[in-house]
């Protein structure tokens, strides 16, 4: 145990206190103004602000393009992280180094390149344009950059746990007169199960906030292209304080939720290991 | 030598499964990052690169912007900063009630969208709410001001130090410095000359991932702003006003100038990732 008597060391008075301090002031404080601010409208007002049509749509809008976005990742992630763990090939470090790029590249950066790429006179756009697949200013597109932004997290997730997995188990499979295709499915799948849904809700949840880069390649259009968080803002923009707060509150939900089953994942993979 | 060999060729897939998954790789990883990298830059100096100099120097606000960014960025790493190593120190170091709790709290702005976050700060300071009328009549500006771009920043910002310093200091142990203690070492002398450099590798790297955040955040500085052209707009407000004025080509060339700092970012990320791991990985008795 790493933990220490509170008399044997100093400064967990001072360290606790300003962690207490600036944790309050900083988030606590805020997130209860915008709960007070929402809770003020009372249960008729906060439905009617909260649950329009237009409002259930952004919802509707923003889960999907996110859970379409971070299936993809799961599938593009394993494939990646697989990758990069099992096999030598040249320039391994660069594709290693340029996953994390969506965490440190800032969205907006990302939004306006993507939609750059994909109009119609654009490095992509003009291949996929003429066939007919509109990617800029479409739900596709939203779709697109959520890919861009949840990318990292099931490569992440995905390589430690199969860097650790134990050679023997395989090699007895193989031994056993399994095939590959079936030691894959049998052994290596089940394993890998947990870390994908850790990085799944990880790029589900990256995605029902992102922001900043589905503006730029979004046509924003309410009831088609609009996310949640396009919306609070428009309703910022009309002074509406309180509509704002009872949307943010539900998206907020959503996000809490999706919080509960990414702690509850990570008991269970650590369970398993 | 043979056995492993035979072990080897059981757990080596077909060679056309290497080559398509291989190819794959680089197919969704060329896709998705480098060639929106490339195109960046490619957009960037598309008109020369007199224009491209021109597009980030000519411009008072875009020069604003750059100069608002290096402000409130630090400004927020620095108050995270000194939360993280309180944090870490209390949660690392010390049991008490509620320590899951806290951990828990601490991961919470990564749940909440920027737009969110933003919202909940001119809930509190706007100039509809109490206490930014009375901020207001007493001559502070916070909403529509770099104090409330700099508080947006914290918040998005909030968990990256304190969550990459947590697992290194705990990995390190209390050993070294009880020893101190023991030896008569004042609580700052311990944390300068023990823990300090124990960990310091860790440190840089939440800091380093707090900055790259810090200074790319858009949501939340988006609401928060007012988007005053030349005294609240940051670099990227900066690049979605350029672009809404259909000067494309300077949002490249500023955004240009975010991607390079990303990069740099990266490569200081993957020059100090051994060191984190030596550190972690460190035991007491070997110092």
Known sequence: MSSVSRRALPGFGLGLGFTLFYLSVLVLIPLTALLVKAASLGPAEFFAAAWTPRARAAYALTFGVSFCAAAINVVLGLIVGWTLVRYEFPLKRVIDALVDVPLALPTAVAGLVYAGLYVQNGWLGQFFVPLGIDVAYTRFGIVLVLIFTGFPFVVRTVQPVLADLDAEVEEAAGVLGATRWETFRRIILPTLVPPALTGFALAFARGLGEYGSVIFISSNMPFETEIAPMLIFSRLEEYAYGEAAAIAVVLLSMSFGLLVVINRLERWSQRDA | ?287
């Open chain 2, 1 to 287: 030598m043979h056995d492993s060999k035979i072990a080897n060729a059981r757990r080596a897939d077909p060679l056309w499964v290497r080559i398509a998954l291989i190819g794959s790789s680089f197919a969704i990883v060329g896709l998705l990052v480098a060639l929106p990298l490339a195109n960046v830059f490619f957009q960037a100096f598309a008109k020369g690169i007199g224009t491209y100099w021109k597009n980030l120097t000519a411009d008072p606000d875009t020069l604003h912007a750059i100069v608002l960014t290096l402000i409130v960025a630090p400004v927020a790493v620095a108050m995270n900063t000194l939360f993280g190593v309180a944090a870490a120190w209390a949660i690392a170091r010390f049991r008490f009630p509620g320590r899951t709790l806290l951990t828990t709290l601490i991961d919470l702005p990564f749940s909440v969208s920027p737009v969110v976050a933003g919202l909940m700060f001119v809930l509190i300071f706007g100039l509809q709410a109490p206490l930014g009328q009375w901020l207001k009549a007493h001559g502070y500006q916070v909403i529509f001001a770099p104090p409330a771009l700099v508080l947006a920043t914290a918040f998005v910002t909030f968990p990256f130090v304190a969550r990459e310093l947590i697992p290194v200091l705990e990995a390190v142990g209390p050993d070294e410095e009880l020893a101190a203690r023991s030896l008569g070492a004042s609580g700052w002398q311990l944390f300068w000359r023990i823990t300090l450099p124990n960990v310091k590798w860790g440190l840089l790297y939440g800091v380093i991932l707090c900055n790259a955040r810090a200074m790319g955040e858009f949501g939340a500085v988006y609401v928060v702003s007012g988007r005053i052209g030349g005294q609240t707009d940051t670099m990227p407000l900066r690049v979605e006003k350029l672009l809404q004025e259909y000067n494309a080509s300077a949002a490249f060339a500023l955004a240009s100038v975010l991607t390079l700092l990303s990069i740099i970012t990266l490569i200081a990320k993957v020059l100090i990732e051994p060191k984190v791991r030596v550190e972690q990985e460190q035991e007491p008795s070997e110092k």
